[in-house]
């Protein structure tokens, strides 16, 4: 809980491009729900990823860097085979979405 605490407090912080940023990356974790969580979930229960995933692109991370994280995430995090098999294919999609809000807002 003091997690999520400390990244609302910090989104706080941020100028509003970067929150515009970090809150178009947790809407896209949250839409796709890769824990399969939604929709009993709260609307911060993504936020921690949606931090690492928004620090990796401040500073300057690579497309190739996104599909790293992702594929440690789901690697680490989802343990039923077929549902990470589909999480790894669905991760491609949204490594190009997030890239391209970078490109937007650049």
């Known amino acids: 809980m003091a997690e999520y605490i400390r990244i ?31 929709p009993v979930s709260p609307d911060d229960e993504y936020h921690p990823y949606a ?5 990796l692109l401040k500073d300057n ?7 790293e994280y992702f594929f440690q995430f789901g690697t680490a995090r989802i343990y039923n085979q077929r549902r990470k098999k589909v999480f790894l294919e669905e991760a491609k999609e949204k490594t190009k979405m997030i890239i391209e809000l970078v490109k937007k807002e650049a």
Do not use: H
Request: glycine share 4%; net charge negative.
């Open 8 to 38: 609302r407090d910090r989104v706080k912080e941020l100028d509003d491009n970067d929150k515009i940023l970090f809150e178009d990356v947790n809407r896209i974790m949250s839409e796709w729900n890769p824990l399969g969580i939604a």
């Open 51 to 55: 931090w690492e995933i928004y620090q």
């Open 61 to 67: 991370g690579s497309s190739a860097e996104l599909d």
